[in-house]
């Protein structure tokens, strides 16, 4: 069955240190990848893709079909980066959107 | 461009009461609509999912329904609440091509008391 996991419920990090936000997956073939980020009172909303290939906000993500991860990652964080971060993925010819459990990233000042 | 809207907002119901959660979506045609439940420490569950009128998707056995009267409305129910039924709910569309972006309402508060 088709799986996202997010290990870490909560990730703090200071002010101007690296982040790495995990996302394994569970798919044999080659899905569509998302990140996704809800901040304080805003709507759920896309942060960045896979296909598209592109740095968003400063985060960029790399596919490793080998160990079938998708890292969501950020050379410096900032205190406006604290979010709901999901990952989520979406089998090739369907239309059924799977996210994971989400990662709580806290950046301290 | 496109919106999505949902309401309401926020509601309490009692056990046993009936539900309706309500979702449109404008500026597009013929849009796959979903919904969601989002729990702390579950993440985002997909309940229900139409890539047209009348064709619903039900993805986890539960006490709620889904349909979907028009081309670009979607609509949660249940006949009789359950206190498990507390939650966010979220509805969202994407365009008709597999793999596209989904896009997101702002969410439904349900309190069942």
């Known amino acids: 069955a088709q799986r996202v996991t997010q290990p870490e419920k909560l990730l703090s990090v200071f002010k101007g240190a690296p982040v790495e936000l995990k996302c394994n997956y569970s798919?044999?073939?080659?899905?569509?990848l998302f990140w996704y980020v809800q901040y304080s009172r805003q709507r759920l909303q896309l942060l960045l893709r896979?296909?598209s290939r592109e740095s968003i906000k400063g985060f960029t993500a790399d596919l490793n079909k080998g160990e079938t991860s998708f890292h969501l990652k950020k050379p410096f964080a900032q205190e406006e980066d604290s979010a709901m971060y999901y990952c989520?993925?979406?089998?090739?010819?369907?239309?059924?959107?799977?996210f994971g459990t989400g990662t709580r990233l806290k950046v301290l000042a | 461009s496109q919106t999505i809207h949902q309401w309401p907002a926020t509601l309490v119901q009692p056990v046993g009461s009936p539900l309706s959660l309500e979702c449109t979506v404008e500026?597009?045609?013929?849009?796959?609509l979903y919904w969601y439940r989002q729990a702390a420490g579950r993440g985002l569950q997909l309940l229900f999912y139409?890539?047209?009128?009348?064709?619903i998707s039900s993805e986890v056995p539960q006490n709620l329904s889904a349909s979907r009267p028009q081309d670009r409305q979607f609509i949660l129910s249940s006949k009789k609440l359950l206190l498990s039924d507390s939650g966010f709910y979220l509805c969202?569309?994407?365009?008709?091509?597999?793999?596209?972006?989904?896009?997101f309402g702002e969410g439904s508060w349900l309190t069942v008391v």
């Open positions: 969202a569309w994407s365009t008709g091509t597999s793999g596209n972006t989904i896009y």
């Open positions: 798919y044999s073939g080659s899905p569509e």
């Open positions: 896979h296909i």
């Open positions: 989520a993925l979406i089998p090739p010819g369907t239309y059924k959107y799977i």
């Open positions: 500026g597009t045609s013929n849009p796959n």
């Open positions: 139409s890539v047209g009128i009348g064709q």
